[in-house]
């Protein structure tokens, strides 16, 4: 039997709120460039701080991320995070804006699929 996985990464452009989980602190407007079943990437004015627990939240979803990186580059900063345990994100559940599917490789075969 062949088992194939694919790897879904969408490139997208939607505008969501960032905050802080465990602060009081008003949320950041950021733009949401990629998703994944498990994690995204933004772009906002804001540095934070590796291991950070924050809440992303869009009309239709609000999901814990924890940032992974946060690098400096020209006009702010890009930060890549994974959603918080027991959140994944599909498709089917919320779509972002202008999402576009980047078509991936299959992850792996089974021994002796052909």
Not at 48 to 63: S, V
Not at 107 to 113: I, Y
Request: overall charge negative.
């Amino acid at each position: 039997m062949n088992i194939e996985a694919t790897f879904l990464h969408f490139l997208c452009s939607q505008l969501v709120r960032l905050r802080p989980k465990d602060r009081v602190h008003p949320p950041e407007t950021v733009l949401l460039e990629e998703i994944t079943p498990s994690s995204v990437v933004l772009s906002g004015a804001r540095n934070y701080r590796t291991g950070e627990r924050l809440i992303m939240a869009a009309d239709g979803i609000e999901a814990e991320v924890t940032v992974v990186n946060c690098d400096a580059r020209e006009s702010g900063f890009t930060l890549k995070g994974t959603f918080g345990l027991g959140c994944r994100w599909s498709p089917e559940e919320w779509t972002p804006a202008h999402l576009f599917e980047l078509k991936g490789a299959p992850k792996e075969k089974a021994a002796g699929a052909s």
